[in-house]
């Protein structure tokens, strides 16, 4: 790796007319700044001329560009990247001239005087701003985002997808595990960069080509934040989600009762065993799919005997500490709903251990997913073998395993 210069990442998908126009301008600006500097390119197979572009683009600018054949998603793209860089300074950013190639001189200058580590473009400090032509939705669905992030991080922007680091840092991240398009949020959870610093940017819309923001999408990041909020506090999330899914069992214990007591005229006592039943079944099904979705998979109908069973203990371990404490004192007898509540917490307290350790064999590898082979960089691994950028266009294709 070199030791001065600047690596610019661009993940692409289907982005051919946004590129025609970036990357001169990228050449321009870092040129008049007199700055070595890569661009990396790293496409998943958008088949749409983005190779040709870069060929005649890379006769007067360093670019490279990566084709990925087998796998897709902004986040990997990005890591991808970065272990082809060879510059000491990373710089992320959209090729859809959202972000403002003029703003990364200002992006990579604190990095570059050393005095911080991780440098985010960011729309809500003062000085940054967002393009007019945003709609409602687009604003309303940007604030949630980012509300729910706020507690992984310590910054105004954590949203931002325009931002820059010194590569050292990914070496001291236990490893990556991307899911979505906002990888600047994980590599800062991951990273735990000591100095961080936001720079105001115009944050734009798109020049070309259609946007990528789908349901989808939206539907990933959800399950990024779990995986990170995993990361920082395991074992809190997994029992407040566990205990949510409870909840919920409550409402669906209530409505079977409802249906086969109510409506069919089962007797109370033996209609408590199909509504516990229903309500077991709907609650394994949640923690299947939410709680312990890292769980090693095996047959369904076994896990779930396993979890009624688990159940069933828990409602012994809320019977006797409710029951226990209710005798135990006038002042209980006279406000019965604090043994109520204190057996409920003893009993998901029981259900969750047994479940995390015998039902579901929930990971110990915070916030990893089994199945899911993680980016991991370590010291003299990610060394470039490229040797010095050509004025010749570098493409390369791969496929992962």
């Known amino acids: 790796m070199e030791k001065k210069g600047v690596s610019l990442i661009i993940p692409t998908l289907r982005e051919a007319q946004n590129l025609k126009k970036l990357i001169p301008i990228l050449d321009r600006v870092l040129g008049q700044n007199g700055l070595h500097f890569e661009i990396l390119v790293v496409d998943d197979d958008s088949a749409d001329g983005t190779i040709e572009i870069i060929e005649e683009l890379a006769e007067t600018i360093p670019v490279s560009l990566y084709v990925r054949r087998d796998m897709q998603g902004l986040s990997s793209a990005v890591l991808h990247g970065f272990r082809q860089a060879r510059f000491p300074v990373l710089v992320v950013m959209d090729a859809d001239l959202s972000h403002a190639p003029e703003d990364v001189p200002r992006l990579i200058a604190p990095i570059l005087k050393q005095e911080v580590d991780f440098v985010l473009g960011s729309r809500y400090i003062k000085g940054g701003k967002i393009s007019r032509n945003w709609g409602l939705f687009r604003y309303l669905n940007t604030y949630i985002a980012t509300w729910l992030a706020h507690p992984l991080v310590k910054v105004k922007d954590p949203m931002s997808g325009f931002f820059a680091l ?110 516990f039943l229903v309500a077991a079944t709907s609650n394994f099904q949640l923690n299947r799919m939410i709680t312990f979705s890292d769980s090693t998979r095996q047959k369904w109908i076994r896990q779930w005997l396993g979890f009624v069973t688990v159940s069933a203990l828990g409602f012994l371990g809320n019977f006797f500490v409710s029951t226990h404490l209710f005798n135990s004192h006038l002042f209980f007898q006279r406000h019965y709903f604090i043994p109520v509540f204190a057996g409920s917490i003893a009993g998901a307290f029981v259900n969750f251990t047994l479940s995390k350790i015998a039902v579901f064999d929930s990971s110990t590898i915070y916030g990893l997913t089994p199945g899911v082979k993680p980016f991991v960089f370590e010291k003299n691994i990610r060394q470039n073998k490229r040797g010095r950028a050509s004025d010749k266009a570098v493409i390369h294709e791969h496929t992962e395993k």
């Open 166 to 275: 010194k590569q050292e840092l990914l070496e001291d991240a236990d490893f990556f595990n991307p899911l979505g398009y906002k990888i600047g949020l994980e590599l800062i959870v991951k990273t735990r960069p000591k100095r961080i610093k936001e720079i105001p940017i115009f944050f734009g819309m798109r020049e070309a080509c259609e946007s990528k923001l789908t349901f989808q999408q939206q539907l990933l990041y959800l399950a990024h934040l779990k995986r990170l909020y995993e990361y920082k506090w395991y074992f809190q999330v997994q029992f407040l989600l566990f205990c949510a899914v409870g909840g919920l069992g409550t409402i669906v214990d209530f409505s079977a009762m409802f249906i086969f007591h109510g409506l069919m005229g089962m007797n109370f006592e033996i209609a408590r065993f199909p509504s």
